[in-house]
Each structure stands twice: as structure tokens, then as C-alpha cells.
């Protein structure tokens, strides 16, 4: 099946840093999406974004589906962006089901 | 709400018993996903229907795993014979279709003791 990797799989940054967070994969796929899992463990619908690039306040991400990886920037960090960052992928020509990474847990420090 | 709902959001049961899990998606989504989450670990595909029927099932980890949506709105994950192995967050999705954005419930975490 699909492999996706997220890294790093830790990052601690000051409150004001930017900061970017990887996803590959090894496979084509048809959807991407990005969520933010907070402490209460909600998952929160970040981007939608098989492919291009979208921004969203202090966030951006872009995908390069050519090359099989996406982007996730977090500028002027704040402490309320730490949590878990999951990049998800559906295969191309396949279930429509979800495949995770294993997440980037992020930690901002005041 | 707006949102996808899930019930109970705990769950406490001891191995063997049954337990039944319950999934509001979003009002006018007609796909709906079942995903198991372990500590420290992404969300896994358990299994997905598209109205009423399952379209993907290849998820559920053994047959002690059922889920039904018989109206094409609530689902209902099934357990039997719970095992300390089940324990984990149970999360739900919604999307206005197959290939739509994936929408996610706060979860029902099971703990079998």
C-alpha cells in the first residue's frame, strides 16, 4: 500500500517562529489534506489540496503531486498551534479511504 | 450542530462485552467513514459507506467489527467480544461525497479494561 511520511516527527519552537513541516508519499493520489489534531484530540480541517498551493492566515501548504510531496508552513508561530500535524493521502485509483502519516507533534514555547 | 457528532464520547466496557458506537455526520453528506486511532499514532481506515450500503470493509480488523447505516444518515460501529486490543479512539467523517473533504467527529475513545 501507500507509504506516507511526515517529518520531522518533534519540533519545538518559540512563540514568533516559522516553522515547515513535511509529507511524502509514495504513490499518486487524488486528495491530500492537512489537519491539526489540538490537545483535546479534535481533528481540524486545515487544507484541501491535492495539488497547488493555498493559504489560510498564518498557514500555507503546497503540494507537488508530480513529485509526491506536500508542504505545510506555520508562520509567526503561537502557542496555541502546538498539537499534532497529520498529512492524510487517498491513492489514486483506489478506496476512498484516508491513509495518515504519522503525524509532526509541535510544541510552541511563550 | 454543524459538525459531526459522536456518542458516547467514553466509553468504558470490560472484555467480552458489546459495545456500540454512534456517528452523526453532517447534515446532506451522504459518504461517512469509520477511523481507529491509537496513542501516538494517525487515524487508521476501518471501513466507509456511500448512502446506505458499505462500499470498503477492508478495514475492520476481524469479524467482531460490523458497522450499519441503515438510513443513510446515523452509522453505528459494532464490537463484539471486546478485547484490551479495541482500545482506542474511535473517530468519525462525513464528506458531501466520495472524493470531497473529509470532515472529522471528536471521537469516542473505548477503553476495555
Known amino acids: 500500500g501507500i507509504q506516507v511520511e511526515q517529518s520531522p516527527p518533534d519540533l519545538i519552537l518559540q512563540e514568533g517562529a516559522n516553522s515547515t513541516l513535511r509529507c511524502n508519499f509514495s504513490d499518486s493520489v487524488n486528495n491530500l489534506q492537512w489537519f491539526h489534531q489540538n490537545p483535546w484530540g479534535q481533528l481540524i480541517n486545515l487544507f484541501y489540496?491535492?495539488?497547488g498551493t493555498k493559504q489560510n492566515g498564518r498557514l500555507s501548504a503546497t503540494t507537488v503531486a508530480t513529485e509526491r510531496y506536500s508542504l505545510l508552513y506555520i508562520s509567526s508561530s503561537q502557542t496555541t498551534d502546538s498539537g499534532v500535524y497529520f498529512c492524510?493521502?487517498?491513492?489514486?485509483?483506489?478506496?476512498?479511504?484516508?491513509?495518515f502519516g504519522s503525524g509532526t507533534r509541535l510544541l510552541v514555547r511563550p | 450542530g454543524a459538525g459531526v457528532s459522536q456518542t458516547p464520547s467514553n466509553k468504558v466496557t470490560e472484555k467480552g462485552k458489546y459495545v456500540e458506537l454512534r456517528c452523526d455526520p453532517i447534515s446532506g453528506h451522504t459518504a461517512l467513514y469509520w477511523y481507529r486511532q491509537s496513542l501516538g499514532q494517525g487515524p487508521e481506515f476501518l471501513i466507509y459507506f456511500q448512502g446506505t450500503g458499505a462500499a470498503d470493509d477492508s478495514g475492520l480488523p476481524n469479524d467482531r467489527f460490523f458497522a450499519v447505516r441503515p438510513e443513510g444518515s446515523v452509522s453505528t460501529l459494532k464490537i463484539q467480544r471486546t478485547e484490551r486490543g479495541d482500545s482506542a479512539v474511535y473517530l468519525c467523517?462525513?464528506?458531501?461525497?466520495?472524493?470531497?473533504?473529509?470532515?472529522f467527529g471528536p471521537g469516542t475513545r473505548l477503553t476495555v479494561l
Open positions: 492524510a493521502v487517498r491513492r489514486m485509483d483506489s478506496s476512498y479511504k484516508l491513509i
Open positions: 467523517a462525513s464528506s458531501w461525497g466520495l472524493d470531497s473533504e473529509q470532515f
Open positions: 489540496i491535492p495539488s
